[in-house]
């Protein structure tokens, strides 16, 4: 019912930056949060970012992340970004995008419905 397709993903040294993009199609109707998940190779998948698309775009961080990863939508491309500076190494992984109806913000990935199929970024120290 929803679709979600990443894009942005990449090598890159540590330092360095990259834009992930998230673009949601089908019945974006029943969603009103967009989130930045990932997963490293034998952990678990963690939130990282989400933001409420609903109208506000109110946004909210994993510790980890704080102020150097930005989440944004683009309203009239009705896509998310995620913005990421200084990456370092423990960044590297699967990075995915999910929608989701939630009644409070949440970066748990099992209270998101719709996934995208993620996109790979690397960090080399």
């Known amino acids: 019912q929803v679709q979600l397709v990443e894009s942005g993903g990449g090598s890159v040294q540590a330092g360095g930056s990259l834009r992930l993009s998230c673009a949601p199609s089908?019945?974006?109707?029943?969603?009103?949060?967009i989130g930045w998940f990932r997963q490293a190779a034998g952990k678990e998948r963690e939130g990282v970012a989400a933001?409420?698309?609903?109208?506000?775009?109110?946004?909210f961080y994993a510790a980890s992340v704080k102020g150097r990863f930005t989440i944004s939508q683009h309203s009239a491309k009705n896509t998310v970004y995620l913005e990421m500076n200084s990456l370092q190494p423990e960044d590297t992984g699967m990075y995915y995008c999910a929608a989701g109806f939630l009644l409070i913000s949440s970066l748990w990935k099992d209270n998101y419905k719709y996934w995208g199929q993620g996109t790979q970024v690397t960090v080399s120290s």
């Open positions: 933001i409420y698309t609903a109208g506000g775009g109110s946004t």
């Open positions: 089908g019945r974006t109707d029943l969603t009103n949060y």
